[in-house]
């Protein structure tokens, strides 16, 4: 994609205003998943290290723009920043762009490093006001972007503030550099056979991916409960298992455009049931239909041992979305058995990408993480570039 990157500009003496996206799930104010800060490293370092100062901006949840919110602060972010960094994190005040904020900038040495509080809390973070955009541009002599998360939002701290800086240099941080190359490659020049994983709730959300895939891709694998809108359409009983039934018509044109372009549509032939969403109910395994008053809750293993077939010859694999609902014990054994098959495909050779949110949290979780290629820091982000749409927020850059 030819975009230049943080390494290559020179940062000694500079500020370097960075965009990450520290949008990190939150328990209270533990951390429950530190990726996105941790991910985000290189980038830091490497102006540090180099003599640069770093002023990061971030959002955090979906604040609407009406001031500080205890709930969206970053504070808790910045101490465990400052203790990954082993070094101090300043976090000069409750909005961005008030006076504190932008004297604490002004103060800042190299080797500092400073964190705004949460962009969403001002209501030109959401609008791209230009005013607002202007404030935040004036921080820095330098824009990066990091935050592959967030390259589908055209939110001011991604689009305008480095529109408002035209003429400094404004580049790629390494995190956005790597999924862009990993999930770009996978997508314009993947090794055959390329087998795209699918799972999660809805089909509403992968109608885009499926589509730009199927073409490229030698077989989609289905699972979760994405699955029984495809076999609703084929005509099968899935009892009361979670349909979109707005989108069964739409499932049927998506099985039919696979086979004209033969592409393997895979669908789960069995299915681990209960009689409730929970581990409590009565369980039961079915072939084919499914009997009334019983839900699928995960692949059954039959499916498992085929789409660990498949999965084994792959030599690229793109996996987003769990197979069942892999919390619960009784629902796991699809989505770890696909994880088990793709980090063994790996060890033979295959590249493999996992998409963010649910998928991650499972590889994490199962103990899959470092098997795999690579795992994403991107939910949304990654479905829209497996959807093949370009990012306006990364066209902009250098
Ligand atoms: C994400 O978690 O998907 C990104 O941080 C973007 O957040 P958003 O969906 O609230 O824009
Ligand atoms: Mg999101």
Redesign the pocket.
């Known amino acids: 994609m030819g975009k230049a990157n943080i390494s290559s500009i020179n940062v000694n003496g500079k500020k370097v205003l960075c965009r990450v ?1 520290f ?1 990190v799930p939150l328990d209270g104010i533990e951390i429950t998943d530190e990726r996105r800060i941790s991910e985000a490293l290189p980038t830091l370092k490497s102006v540090l290290d180099r003599g640069g100062s770093l002023v990061l901006m971030s ?1 955090l ?2 604040p609407e723009g009406k001031g500080f919110e205890q709930e969206f602060s970053l504070k808790p972010i910045a101490d465990r920043l400052g203790s990954l960094l082993g070094r101090p994190v300043l976090f000069p005040s409750q909005d961005a762009t008030d006076a504190a904020a932008s004297a604490a900038v002004a103060a800042l040495k190299p080797g500092e490093v400073l964190l705004l509080e949460n962009v969403r809390f001002a209501k030109g973070e959401k609008k791209g006001e230009a005013e607002y955009a202007a404030k935040l541009a004036a921080y820095g002599d330098i824009y990066v972007n990091d935050a592959f ?2 390259a589908h ?1 055209e939110d001011g701290s991604m689009f305008a503030v480095p529109n408002a800086m035209k003429g400094k240099p404004r580049v790629a941080g390494l995190l956005l550099e790597k999924e862009l190359k990993f999930l770009g490659d996978a997508i314009a020049k993947p090794a055959k056979p390329f087998i795209v994983v699918l799972g999660g709730a809805k089909v509403s959300d992968k109608i885009g991916v499926i589509e730009n895939l199927l073409p490229k891709a030698d077989a989609i694998i289905i699972g979760g409960a994405m699955a029984y809108t495809f076999l609703k359409a084929l005509g099968r009983d899935v009892g009361t298992s979670k349909v979109e039934e707005d989108k069964v018509a739409e499932a049927k044109r998506l099985i039919d455009l696979a086979a004209k372009l033969k592409c393997d549509l895979h669908l789960p032939t069995d299915h681990v049931c209960s009689d409730s969403f929970s581990e409590s109910g009565d369980l039961e395994v079915f072939k084919g239909d499914i009997k009334p008053g019983f839900m699928g809750l995960d692949i059954g293993p039959e499916t498992q041992g085929k789409y660990a077939m498949v999965l084994r010859k792959a030599k690229t694999i793109v996996w987003n979305g769990p197979m069942g609902v892999f919390e619960m014990r009784p629902f796991s054994q699809g989505t770890q058995s696909v994880g088990r098959a793709i980090a063994e495909a790996t060890k033979n050779g295959a590249v493999s990408i996992v998409g963010g949110g649910d998928s991650a949290a499972a590889v994490e979780k199962f103990g899959f993480a470092d098997q795999m290629s690579h795992v994403s820091t ?4 990654s479905l829209e570039m497996l959807s093949g749409k370009p990012f306006t927020t990364v066209a902009l850059l250098d």
């Open positions: 996206d949008n959002h949840g979906r998360g967030t939002r991107g939910g949304g982000a």
